[in-house]
Nanobody, 124 residues
């Protein structure tokens, strides 16, 4: 089993930045793909970004150029740097770990391990 704990969310104004962290423990593996997803009230969970063990980093179009995902395998931690935040970025943000194929990293059902989520609220 892998346990994931996400943190770093908060209430910010449009244009501000936040950095989310997700720490993994348990049967961790540096070969896992780590993903960030978000879910707003009444909406489905959507893909934000992922990072493979090779360092491949696909992003959702809505965050490309504003968000950056990175990982520190020595600390079993993945980060999501979020810049130029917009009100539409408001959501619960969830980290996930798994081994989806490269073309399937955007599908949440392919990740068996999930963190508890951290809330990001962006005011206009």
């Amino acid at each position: 089993q892998v346990q994931l704990v996400a943190s770093g969310g908060g209430l910010v104004q449009a244009g501000d930045s936040l950095r989310l962290s997700c720490v993994a423990s348990g049967r961790t593996s540096s070969t896992y793909t780590m993903g960030w997803f978000r879910q707003a009230p009444g909406k489905v969970r959507e893909f934000v970004a992922a990072i493979s063990w090779r360092g491949h980093t696909p992003y959702a179009n809505s965050v490309k150029g504003r968000f950056a995902i990175s990982r520190d395998n020595a600390k079993n931690t993945v980060f999501l740097q979020m810049n130029s935040l917009k009100p539409e970025d408001t959501a619960g943000y969830y980290c996930a770990a798994g081994n989806p194929q490269a073309n399937n990293v955007m599908f949440p059902h392919l990740y068996p391990y999930w963190g508890q989520g951290t809330q990001v609220t962006v005011s206009s």
